[in-house]
T-cell receptor
Framework: DTEVTQTPKHLVMGMTNKKSLKCEQH?????MYWYKQKAKKPPELMFV???????INESVPSRFSPECPNSSLLNLHLHALQPEDSALYLC?????????FGSGTRLTVV | AQSVTQPDIHITVSEGASLELRCNYS??????LFWYVQSPGQGLQLLLK??????LVQGIKGFEAEFKRSQSSFNLRKPSVHWSDAAEYFC????????????FGRGTSLIVHP
């Protein structure tokens, strides 16, 4: 298995909703990442987990809450988002510099 | 901190023509360099990477890139472009010393004319 699987592929949520994005990999990678990508822009790093511990938080607002329940799973919990949070959210995992990206979740906040 | 410049926002080529996408990086030590491709609505796929060794790197889909330290460049090339190569291309630099985490350039959109 050489993939990073993200679910759901599309998500529409209201500003008062709570939702979660899920990311899964079975490549034995011990580093996992969340990126945010706005249209026509490069991906921006949000969080890094290394060996299931949060190692980098790029000053992301608290309405985004990451969780790494085990070495294969990475979640991103969403609460009270704003319309400007609408974007493609990409998950990635890596080992020895080789990164594998998922296809992303297209999030729309209404 | 490392940074990447992709000077071309759009590049238009005819199918079958050769391609070169430019990338310049800024980093104090020997960088780790990557090229990724992204089709609309998709995630990023790694085309190739340079960590050390031979400065001419071969990647997937017939792409290659050359690391030139004197010019701080890592340009991506392909001898003959196919219509399916139309996509967004991102150059990225990672910090050496362990973390590798890539910092992306703004991307170059490749348009292929038949």
């Amino acid at each position: 298995d050489t993939e990073v699987t993200q679910t759901p592929k599309h998500l529409v949520m209201g500003m008062t909703n709570k939702k979660s994005l899920k990311c899964e990999q079975h490549m034995g990678h011990r580093a996992m990442y969340w990126y945010k990508q706005k249209a026509k822009k490069p991906p921006e790093l949000m969080f890094v987990y290394s060996y299931e511990k949060l190692s980098i938080n790029e000053s992301v607002p608290s309405r985004f809450s990451p969780e790494c329940p085990n070495s294969s799973l990475l979640n991103l919990h969403l609460h009270a988002l704003q319309p400007e949070d609408s974007a493609l959210y990409l998950c990635a995992s890596s080992r020895q510099g080789k990164y594998t990206f998922g296809s992303g979740t297209r999030l729309t906040v209404v | 901190a490392q940074s990447v410049t992709q000077p071309d926002i759009h590049i238009t080529v005819s199918e079958g023509a050769s391609l070169e996408l430019r990338c310049n990086y800024s980093y104090g030590a020997t960088p780790y360099l990557f090229w990724y491709v992204q089709s609309p609505g998709q995630g990023l796929q790694l085309l190739l990477k340079y960590f050390s060794g031979d400065t001419l790197v071969q990647g997937i889909k017939g792409f290659e890139a050359e690391f030139k330290r004197s010019q701080s460049s890592f340009n991506l090339r392909k001898p003959s472009v196919h219509w399916s190569d139309a996509a967004e291309y991102f150059c990225a630099v990672g910090a050496s010393g362990g973390s590798y985490i890539p910092t992306f350039g703004r991307g170059t959109s490749l348009i292929v004319h038949p």
